[in-house]
C-alpha cells in the first residue's frame, strides 16, 4: 500500500524517550554523556533517533542519528532527509554517513546546511539507501558542535523531515530534545608572596578556566570577602593588605554566570607578621615578657 504524499503528522501513533546520566557538579564536577533515544510509528515505518548526549556544554560535540524500519513487505528508498537541530549547533563537515548492509556511506559533498537544519541528498549521491522489513535498517548520522552561544538549562527541540519512495514525512520538533547545560570552571589562587607583612600590600592573583573577559572573581580571607577582580585572559587580581597578623585562610572565587559554574580554589594558608618579625604570637610572648619584669621588679622590692 502506498503511503499517501499529504506530510505525515508529528502526532504519530506511538513514541517513548529513554535519557539517562550524571549531573554536572558544581565548581569542579564532570559531566558524563547523557544519551536520548526517541522511537515512534507513522504507517508502516518506525522511526528511531538518538542523541548520544542530550546534556552537552559548550564546545561538546553531539551525533545525532536516525534509523527507518520498515514493518510491513513493501521496501522504501531515501530520496533526501533533513535533520532540524538549534540554531546554536554547527554541523561538523564531513561527519554526515550513511550505514546498511553494505556498509557505511560518506554523503559529501551533497550536504546543505542552514542555520537550523542539515540536507542531505541521496539521489544526487547516486546511492539511496532502502529500508526492507527484516532486512534493512538504514541509519544516518551526523554530528554538531555546540556553540558557547547556546542558552543553558534550556530545553531545545530536534527533529528531521524526509522524502522516499513511500511518501515523505515531517516531524520538525518529535525529539528528542538537548539541554545544554553549564561549562565547568576550576578557579587556582597562586601563591602569596612569602614574608608578607602586616600593612604590606601583597597582590592576590587568581587563574581561572572556563570563564571569559569580565566575569568576576571574589577574594576571601575565611568567609571575610577581601575584594574582586574582572578575568582578564584568564587571570583576575586584587591588592590585598593584611591589617592582622597571624594565619590566613586565603582563597578566589569565581562566581557563576549564565553559560559557567561557580567554583572555588583550595585555601591557601598565609602567615601574616609584624613589621617587627612578630607572628600570630607576638603580642602574647610581649604580654609574658612585660609580666615577666614586673614580678622580677616586685621581688626586688620585697627582698630588699
Given amino acids: 500500500m502506498k503511503k499517501s504524499t499529504t506530510l505525515r503528522t508529528i502526532g504519530s501513533l506511538s513514541a517513548f524517550a529513554v535519557a539517562a546520566g550524571f549531573a554536572v557538579t558544581i565548581g569542579s564536577g564532570i559531566a558524563a554523556a547523557a544519551p536520548g533515544e526517541l522511537t515512534w510509528s507513522d504507517q508502516y515505518s518506525t522511526f528511531t533517533r538518538t542523541i548520544d548526549n542530550v546534556t552537552p556544554t559548550g564546545d561538546d560535540t553531539i551525533t545525532v542519528t536516525t534509523k527507518w524500519t ?18 546554536c549547533l554547527t554541523y561538523v563537515p564531513g561527519s554526515a554517513k550513511v550505514t546498511d548492509n553494505a556498509g557505511v556511506h560518506a554523503i559529501e559533498p551533497y550536504v546543505q546546511t542552514a542555520a537550523d537544519f542539515t540536507a542531505v541528498d ?3 549521491l547516486g546511492y539511496q539507501p532502502t529500508a526492507k522489513k527484516g532486512v534493512e535498517t538504514p541509519i544516518l548520522s551526523i554530528q554538531y558542535k ?5 542558552a543553558r538549562d534550556v530545553t ?3 527533529g528531521m523531515s524526509y522524502s522516499g519512495s513511500r511518501g515523505p514525512g515531517t516531524y520538525l520538533n518529535k525529539g528528542p530534545s538537548i539541554t545544554v547545560a553549564k561549562n565547568t570552571s576550576t578557579t ?24 571569559t573577559d569580565g566575569d568576576i572573581v571574589e577574594f576571601y580571607d575565611g568567609t571575610t570577602k577581601l575584594g574582586q577582580g574582572a578575568l582578564a585572559a584568564g587571570k583576575a587580581t586584587f591588592s590585598w593588605t593584611p591589617t592582622t597578623n597571624g594565619v590566613h585562610s586565603l582563597t578566589a572565587k569565581f562566581l557563576s554566570t549564565t553559560k559557567v559554574n561557580e567554583s572555588v580554589s583550595t585555601a591557601q594558608k598565609v602567615s601574616v607578621t609584624r613589621e617587627d618579625g612578630t607572628g600570630g604570637g607576638g603580642d602574647t610572648g610581649s ?14 622590692i620585697f627582698g630588699s
Fill in 70 to 87: 520498515r514493518t510491513d513487505a513493501n521496501w522504501e528508498k531515501l530520496n533526501s532527509v533533513k535533520d532540524f537541530h538549534p540554531t
Fill in 188 to 211: 587556582t589562587l597562586d601563591t602569596v608572596p612569602a614574608g608578607t607583612k602586616v600593612d604590606q600590600t601583597v597582590p592576590l592573583n587568581a587563574t581561572v578556566t572556563g570563564g
Fill in 122 to 124: 541521496f539521489v544526487t
Fill in 156 to 158: 531545545q527541540n530536534t
Fill in 146 to 150: 555546540v556553540g558557547n552561544d547556546c
Fill in 287 to 300: 604580654a609574658g615578657g612585660s609580666l615577666g619584669t614586673i614580678l622580677g621588679s616586685l621581688g626586688n
